[in-house]
């Protein structure tokens, strides 16, 4: 098998030239660790390869496993592989190894998944882009100068550069829908708990956390979560094993209450400018939708987004600075200490002086908003909004200037953090850092399940996505409209992208 046959398959159509013989388990291994070592060092997706340990594992794969003898990669974050270097995309856990898998890594392995490596994340999954002080930065295959999003950001980049067909990903405000947009991919955020995190973790920032992966095509990702999906042991969610997300693709959606929306109470209180492009992907995705057969209205969710992106923003502050306080438990180096960038640093020391009841309060907004789109799904099966308010942005484009760096570090002095946050600190913090990605962390809070459609190219050649946030607990609903519309539209003609081909 050659790179560029290999490339044309998802991961259900290589389990299936595998199942039939066609393939060999090897062959297909060492394509993707050929592909890896040919086109990473342009790309820049991948941190670390693991090959032949993976190839020692490859053996132990049940033939009758639905992913078996296709090749993954995990994000450098959460995802533990016992005794292999996991840094959390930190110069402060570069050394560090976790002593055990997590349940997340023992299924794709019982799945049948060769794992060969990780992908690179912003340190500590904390933004928007992918671009590590400590690790290369991902490039986007669409064009090479735009960012490929995050925090998932090399994940989404192997995957459109065909290094592999699907990646696992993981979305704490958008982390796996916002690089499936920005770099044409289909990403799905599953309902809170439905994928566990232990058995290090029970719950990673409230619950807000949810892994699973960017993919090609929408039945990789269902196959996937029939795969990995259900509590394990000691976990915080009582969320029983399902089966049957890929089964609900086999028949279209009877006709859905689709309420369509801009995403204006998100975004215009943060300043947000909605880009013509992505006001176009939306009223196209909706057009599409009802030429489907289904009804389709514009309807804004009922949220503040104000209040909700200050929720957001101290549940986040508070969690960045426990973080740190791990590291220092995990490594023994003192937080004064870690090798940690400015921007990181100086969050976190907002993050020590917010008052509990701040917190708490915080949480009880989460608790409000999930509670108003509750009943907002009594009238409305899906909602249709942006994913991000614009395209791809350049690489460095977004990262925090010397001058904003030098800025933060005043609050070093002690006293400053607390004078900061009365002074609104949090609120300009909420529109530097979600102005352009406003419409995501809606679904991280409420705890609902929301994926990133690709359904658009601007006319300078950068994938818009089209985000569908169903109700709790609602993925097979969204998974089976969401096939639908990609045969409606074929999408996957668009990938994997050829620049790096010769």
Known sequence: MEIEEYRRHDALGLAELVRKREVSREEVFDVACRAIERDNPRLGAVVRTRFERARAEAGAVAAESPFAGVPTLTKDLLMAIEGEPLAFGSAALAEWKPPVDSTLVSRLRQAG????GQTATPELGLMGITEPRAFPHPVNPWHAGHSPGGSSGGAAAAVAAGLVPLAMAGDGGGSIRIPASYCGLFGLK?????????????????????EHAVTRSVRDSAALLDAINGMDEGGPYPVRREQGFLAALERPPEPLRVAVSMGEPLGKPLGSMLDPEVRQAVEAAAKTLEGLGHHVEWADPPIDGERLANAYLTLYLGHLSADLAWIARETGVPVSRQDIEPSTRATARLGSSLPVRDYELAKRDWNSAARAMGAFHRHYDVLLMPVTAAPAPRLEELYPPPAHERLMSLLAIPGLPTLALKAGMLGHLARDALARTPFTQLANLTGQPAMSLPLHVTAQGLPVGVQAVGAMGDEGRLLALAAQVEAEVCWGRHLPRPWLDG
Do not use: D
């Open 190 to 210: 599953p309902s809170r708990g439905r994928v566990p995190q232990g058995p290090m973790h029970a719950e990673v920032w409230q619950g807000a956390v949810v």
């Open 113 to 116: 998944f060769s794992i060969l």
